[in-house]
């Protein structure tokens, strides 16, 4: 079992910036990536960001290029997600997976554990 906790939620305006954290604990090394997934109320959960713990390998959704980056620490087995020039859209509860192979990124039912979510909230 993989254990994941989230931090760095909050309210900022537009334009703001915020960087969310993802904890991870307990069978770790089973792990090969991790993503970044968001849901707003009345939509599905969407894909967010994803990284590959061994090469660093990231890949974005559209959406979000350019304005979020997410990185790793290995020693710390933590995963961030820094938020920039943030916009009223991406107001959503923010969750952290982890999957045990590196591909298929994109899909959320492809994850295997995922973290309990933290709110973003974009005010204009």
């Known amino acids: 079992q993989v254990q994941l906790v989230e931090s760095g939620g909050g309210l900022v305006q537009a334009g703001g910036s915020l960087r969310l954290s993802c904890a991870a604990s307990g069978r770790t090394f089973s792990s090969a990536a991790m993503g970044w997934f968001r849901q707003a109320p009345g939509k599905e959960r969407e894909f967010v960001a994803n990284i590959r713990w061994s090469s660093g390998d990231t890949y974005y959704a559209g959406s979000v290029k350019g304005r979020f980056a997410i990185s790793r620490d290995n020693a710390k087995n933590t995963v961030y997600l820094q938020m920039n020039s943030l916009k009223p859209e991406d107001t959503a509860v923010y969750y952290c997976?982890?999957?045990?192979?590196?591909?298929?990124?994109?899909?959320?039912?492809?994850?295997?554990?995922w973290g309990q979510g933290t709110q973003v909230t974009v005010s204009s």
């Open positions: 997976a982890a999957k045990t192979t590196p591909w298929d990124v994109t899909r959320a039912g492809a994850y295997d554990y």
